[in-house]
T-cell receptor
Framework: DAGVIQSPRHEVTEMGQEVTLRCKPISGHDYLFWYRQTMMRGLELLIYFNNNVPIDDSGMPEDRFSAKMPNASFSTLKIQPSEPRDSAVYFC????????????????FGPGTRLTVL | SQQGEEDPQALSIQEGENATMNCSYKTSINNLQWYRQNSGRGLVHLILIRSNEREKHSGRLRVTLDTSKKSSSLLITASRAADTASYFCAAGTSGTYKYIFGTGTRLKVLA
């Protein structure tokens, strides 16, 4: 398997523009996470999905952010309109919940998308 | 903030020495994980310790967990230059599948 795939790897845009980040999780994984990493705030969970359904979006900073998972192999994170403070590295991660295990399992991270909003 | 904290923030050691990083968290957990991040890359999973475990080993890694103190430590023995990276703990919140990441420790191993 190629691992978690994210695109684009780098995105530079101007304030006010719409930005769409894309993620392809590892095949067969049933959880998908979107994180944002900045020097000031560290790694923050934005939203996560289970079987394509959003479970917790409490980390989404505001209405300008939206995420979708139309099928098991694709998810998008959209920012509209973008602002300079959205500049960060955005990671997608996927995981397979171990059957009958309450202990959780490891997350597999993609390489990230470095977003710069001018 | 729900974010966990790690200390030290930065650590510089000589190759062959041991490196110890500490993590504190605020929530009730069902597991705690440690990840490594090389500069400009994604995070890579190192080890998972369950909330009912106190210590776990994997190769040169040793993790301890004290749920009464809401803290964990990661020990890397006989460090190598290739261990240079940032290390993060991630606390798995009980009752959810949500992980709260720590602020990270930047480890530099000098050859």
């Amino acid at each position: 398997d190629a691992g978690v795939i994210q695109s684009p790897r780098h995105e530079v845009t101007e304030m006010g523009q719409e930005v769409t980040l894309r993620c392809k999780p590892i095949s067969g994984h049933d959880y998908l996470f979107w994180y944002r990493q900045t020097m000031m705030r560290g790694l923050e969970l934005l939203i996560y999905f289970n079987n394509n359904v959003p479970i917790d979006d409490s980390g989404m900073p505001e209405d300008r952010f939206s995420a979708k998972m139309p099928n098991a192999s694709f998810s998008t994170l959209k920012i509209q309109p973008s602002e300079p403070r959205d500049s960060a590295v955005y990671f997608c991660a996927s995981s397979l919940w171990e059957l009958m295990s309450p202990w959780g399992s490891e997350q597999f991270f993609g390489p990230g998308t470095r977003l710069t909003v001018l | 903030s729900q974010q966990g904290e790690e200390d030290p923030q930065a650590l510089s050691i000589q190759e062959g020495e041991n490196a110890t990083m500490n993590c504190s968290y605020k929530t009730s957990i069902n597991n705690l994980q440690w990840y490594r991040q090389n500069s400009g890359r994604g995070l890579v999973h190192l080890i998972l310790i369950r909330s009912n475990e106190r210590e776990k080993h994997s190769g040169r890694l040793r993790v301890t967990l004290d749920t009464s103190k809401k803290s964990s430590s990661l020990l890397i023995t006989a460090s190598r230059a290739a261990d240079t990276a940032s290390y993060f703990c991630a606390a798995g919140t009980s009752g959810t599948y949500k992980y709260i990441f720590g602020t990270g420790t930047r480890l530099k191993v000098l050859a």
